[in-house]
């Protein structure tokens, strides 16, 4: 049957199919170099070898040596073409995608807004065949999945209660009507040491008390003392004056065990006053002694 007798065959069988098969148009150019680069792939392995085995030169002694040169570079050019003819293909569909993007754009919105419809239309019916209790709990799981949702985001993003950045006054240099600059090292003024404030200063009755032998003293050393107590407060001096008679021989026991060499030195007054300070304040329960000054210090070897 030649061309003619099927086409007319066709026409008189099925017009609206040969109407179809006449408004196919030809080809477009570069078709015919993508069938060509397709004869390529009909290239075979004993092609390859036919080619190796009549080279000549460099070529054919590395054959002799190494007989499998042939399936390598068969592998490579297979490889080659593939990627060649990959290349051409993605080309030409995004030329075709580019030159067509209207028309293509316009049928996915198309194809995307009946899926939509259908799929909208399949849910309503199936949502209307519901009984009362299932499409209450259908909206009471939207509004669920709809509120931990929200709750996500704010976690993710801002978190869920927001949080003020100054929750604390860094300085109330911000909040003064004021600044004033000063020196602290000399600009400043003790409060304890100032004359403006009350000093809380007690003096301790004469004591004498025996001290250890050292290289420079005799068979018996002894020493008499009297002390200025300085307190944080009233308080202080008010308790040591109740509990005289305790704190006079909590400072007794702590002289015994200077030495006569460390009670005559300066030194060993400075750390005599620093140890009483520690001790009495050990004992005391209202507030603490600041410092103790020694107002008389006699030594005898």
Known sequence: ??????????????????????????????????????????????????????????????????????????????????????????????????????????????????????????????????????????????????????????????????????????????????KYQYDPKTEVESFYDSTRAAQNVFLMQRMVVNLRRSAESGTNPMGAFEFYVEGAASDVVVEIKDREAEVEDLFLRTIEEMTFDQAASGEGKQELCERLRKEVNKILTKGYVRRIFIKTAIVKP
Do not use: C
């Open 1 to 178: 049957m030649s061309l003619e007798s099927l086409d007319s065959a066709l026409a008189e069988a099925d017009p609206e199919f040969a109407q179809s098969l006449n408004e196919i148009g030809p080809d477009e150019a570069g078709g015919a170099l993508i069938y060509e680069e397709g004869i390529e792939l009909e290239y075979t392995l004993a092609e390859e070898e036919k080619l190796w085995q009549s080279a000549t030169g460099f070529r054919k002694k590395l054959f002799k040596v190494l007989p499998f040169l042939p399936r390598i570079s068969y592998k490579v050019k297979m490889k080659r073409t593939m990627m060649r003819l990959s290349f051409r293909k993605f080309k030409e569909q995004l030329r075709h995608r580019i030159v067509n993007a209207g028309p293509l754009l316009l049928a996915w919105a198309k194809r995307t807004a009946q899926g939509l419809k259908a799929g909208l239309g399949e849910f309503m019916a199936t949502f209307k065949s519901f009984s009362l209790l299932k499409k209450l709990a259908l909206v009471g799981l939207l509004v669920v999945t709809a509120g931990a949702g929200v709750v996500l985001y704010r976690l993710a993003t801002k978190g869920l209660i927001p949080q003020r950045e100054d929750l604390f006054i860094h300085s109330m240099a911000d909040w003064a009507s004021q």
